[in-house]
């Protein structure tokens, strides 16, 4: 009899430790509650999981994008990113989010205003040539960055250009006013966190070091499916900005963004008038 408790026992054990093997472990990229103040500086006080807002399922799986969303045309990621949300994982766990409200195609060799021009290959643009999903980031006029996401085609991609803030708005603020230059002093409206890819860039914490990670698998940053709305936001197809040296190529419709969104960087009130047209 002794003997039958002391198998039943272990039994019993073994048991329980298959039970605790059959959990599944949470994402490596599971959000984190943030600290009860932001800006947050040190580790957050809480550390166990934080639901994010978007799901797949009722079960909370997050919504992550995979490398199949990326493997699109230029042309078509560019619009089918806008309403995704684009999220920061910061060191200290904190989450940064925003929707996309703005973005660009830039088509490859073909594209005069494409850094891939011509279908050069340098150290610097090697993210344009490399699977779909993969990170580009560049930087301009010596201090500012700018942040790219290669689609189907050599040496093709997509700038984002703007994001609508919608969590960890005042670390964003703290970012953007520890990295501008000039009128640091000014507290700046959430309007103005992300109007512009090199500010999105400062609100998020993105620098070259996240140039050529790959935006379905990176642990710090990702992209999650916006929430599905009622009616689909007219988007305004409209030129490029800042790239007068591109001819003919810098008059052509390849800027998106989401109409009537106060996010947007620029307004082409041209462009929005012949939509409606």
Known sequence: MKKLRQ?????????????KAERPQSPSYAAQAPCPKEPCL???????????IYFSSPKGHLTRLGSEFF???????????????LVRRLPNGTELRGRIVETEAYLGPEDEAAHSRGGRQTPRNRGMFMK?????????????FCMNISSQGDGACVLLRALEPLEG????????????????????????????????????????SFD???????????LERGPLESSRP??????????????????KPLRFYVQGSPWVSVVDRVAEQNAQA
């Open 132 to 144: 779909p999903g993969t990170l580009y980031v560049y930087i301009i006029y010596g201090m500012y």
């Open 234 to 251: 007219a988007v305004v197809a409209a030129a490029r900005v800042g790239i007068g040296y591109a001819g003919e190529w810098a008059r």
């Open 71 to 85: 493997d699109q045309p230029a042309v078509t990621l560019a619009q089918a990113f806008l309403g995704q949300v």
């Open 42 to 52: 040190g580790p957050p006080t809480t550390l166990g999981p934080h639901r994010s």
């Open 212 to 222: 050529q990670r790959d935006l379905a698998q990176d642990e710090a940053i990702w």
């Open 169 to 208: 708005l005042e670390t964003m603020r703290q970012l953007r006013s520890t990295l501008r230059k000039g009128t640091a002093s000014r507290v700046l409206k959430d309007r103005e966190l992300c109007s512009g890819p090199s500010k999105l860039c400062q609100a998020l914490a993105i620098d070259k």
């Open 7 to 19: 198998s039943s026992r272990r039994t019993g054990q073994k048991k329980q430790q298959a039970d």
